[in-house]
């Protein structure tokens, strides 16, 4: 996939930690890489998985979601939010999770629709998709449920508490 022609990835603390942020130039201001890499961060750390495991964050425009979204899921409409997982070891006993994409147009909506920061919402995203490569999922209720409090937990600790779904709301896709 080829989501933009500015691409940023680094390498955390842990040896075995890689966020790898893919963005457009357009779409990077100061600190929001970083603020991608930190949501994420914060997902690995809350399931032990901080010095295990690696993964991509993509910010794509509606047209390139679209396509993945009809693709993938048989949906032919843009989303906010998709997630690739995979289960591969590069190297060995380090898992490379998959790919969460973001349509950053659709989120710049959806922050703007439910009032809050564009940070909080691809906070939100990041988790979201980051918990779909772990495996969460929000078909029935009591997954949901499961979900939507990992999420507000690691929001909350994000500084993003604002931006948490209650347990009650439509499911994030």
């Known amino acids: 996939m080829s989501p933009g022609s500015g691409k940023t990835s680094t390498k955390g603390k842990g040896a ?38 690696t993964l991509t964050v993509a910010l794509v425009d509606e047209e390139t979601i679209r396509r993945l979204n009809r693709t ?16 591969v070891e590069i ?15 659709y989120a710049v909506r959806q922050a703007q629709q ?5 940070e909080g919402e691809l906070a939100l995203l990041t988790v979201h998709g980051v918990l779909h ?15 939507w409090a990992i999420q507000r937990e690691i929001l909350h600790q994000l500084g ?7 347990d009650e709301e439509t499911p994030v896709s």
């Open 72 to 87: 993938y899921r048989g949906i032919d409409a843009p989303t906010d939010v998709l997630s690739f997982p995979t289960r």
């Open 91 to 105: 190297p060995p006993g380090i898992r490379y999770l998959g790919d969460v994409v973001i349509a950053f147009p």
């Open 160 to 166: 993003f508490p604002e931006v948490a779904p209650p």
């Open 133 to 147: 490569l772990l495996g969460y999922d929000h078909e029935t209720g009591p997954e949901r449920r499961r979900m």
């Open 16 to 53: 075995g930690v890689r966020i790898e942020i893919r963005a457009p130039r357009a779409y990077q201001a100061p600190g929001r890489i970083a603020g991608l890499r930190r949501a994420a961060r914060a997902v690995l750390q809350r399931h032990g998985l901080e010095n295990h495991a």
């Open 114 to 118: 439910e009032g809050h920061s564009l």
